[in-house]
């Protein structure tokens, strides 16, 4: 008769495990949506006067780009973390890999290969939204100047290059060296946007910028990562815990620490950063401050409390603070894709004097976060964004429905640029001001500033 009872928390549990994980995935993935619309929205601020002869690519692109620039960090950070865990925060088996390990490894290969179509796909909207036609209407020439010309493709077909060899050398079940060495290969793939594209490499102090950005970037995603694959892979395991909490107290030291000095590169200053707090821009920064304060107290917690609780088989406490914590840090990637996708303020993008003419003009840089154009066109006139690099390439889009030239007055650049389409042309080696104008109406001048 005793063989016929079933305990009853046995009979619970058993149907209702299965069934809660799609609403609690779908919840968190439709609440990451959620703040990070809120955050463009904010992050935006008032709406620009209407561009004449400026073609826009539709909703789906407009809100589709940071969408997919979300999935693309996710992954990112999932692939990262997975790799962390099996390479660092794992004690060493004997010889061959834990199966913890070889399971974390395994779900890296599935994130890498995420991360690589998210990275494609986002680059396509990238372009898309910059030349104002649906992602179907591209050409070819547009396509292949972004990917080659421009700093943000490039990014591109690296990130995607290496994520994709991440893919399938996951797939082999590496050892404990083997994931070390696919970290290595996922933080690369990491700094490589930093460093190619965004606001930080056109900032005034380029080396400054990326270094403390790159930082803050490996920072973050070691930190948030590595908490999901604990999460995920390391129950029972209270010695991955442990070392896990020494890396994220390094990592909130780091990210910390960057956060602060890379704002105040981009933005111009410490009195630049105090000016942009009134701004949506600002109401993102102090997003972000609060999240990372909030889970350093969090961090806190785990440290006093949960930690020595793990150690002693009770793990409830500890997991549940760590759901906690990684919904926060996921809140705070989104608000980071909003912030990367803002332009900053206008007073504090102006690196100098010179600039501040083009800085007024609401079209210019025609800045998609990703990729800036350096030189718009549209049915009236030139749009200048700013200073330019001697001798880097210049982006051209030509919005409006005739070809106009680019002709330097002194002849050191002349450049046709066809209706709707985009082209990079070499800024000339040397430093000074060139004015410039098109042969087919006089009427189109302007000066490009180059540094």
Known sequence: MTSTVVRPDQELSAPERPRSRVPAATAAVVGLVAVLG????????????????????????EWGGPV???????AAVGTVGTLLFAAVLLPAGA???TPQAGRAVASASAWALAWAVATLLGGLLTVSRLVGVAPTALDGSSVRVFLLDTGAGRAVLLVTGITGVLAVAARTGT?????????????????????????SSAAEDHLVAVTTLAVHVVAASLWVGGLGALLRYGRGAPAAAGRYSAVALGCFGATAVSGVLAAGVVLGGAGAVVAALGTGYGVLLLGKTLGLTVVG????????????????????AFRRLAVVETAVLLATVALAVALAASPPPVAAAVPSATAAPAAADPMAGHDHGELSVGVL??????????????GSRVTVHNASGQPVTITADD???????????????????????YRFTSAHAMTYTDVLVVE
């Open 38 to 61: 809120w955050a463009i929205v904010v992050g935006s601020g008032p709406a620009a006067p209407a561009a004449s002869g400026l073609r826009e690519a539709g909703l789906l692109v």
């Open 95 to 97: 010889g061959h890999p």
């Open 411 to 433: 002849g050191s650049f002349d450049v046709a640029v066809p209706a709707g389409t985009l082209l990079t042309f070499p800024a000339p080696d040397q430093p000074g001001e």
């Open 297 to 316: 107290l969090l961090g806190w917690q785990h440290r006093r409390r949960t930690l020595p609780q793990l150690r002693a088989g009770r793990p409830g």
């Open 175 to 199: 050892g404990r060296g083997g994931a070390r060495l696919l970290l290595a290969g996922a933080l690369a793939a990491l700094v490589v946007p930093v460093v190619l594209s965004g606001h």
């Open 377 to 390: 066109v549209d049915e009236d006139r030139f749009h200048v964004a700013g200073p330019v690099a001697a």
């Open 68 to 74: 997919v620039t979300l999935a693309g960090r996710i």
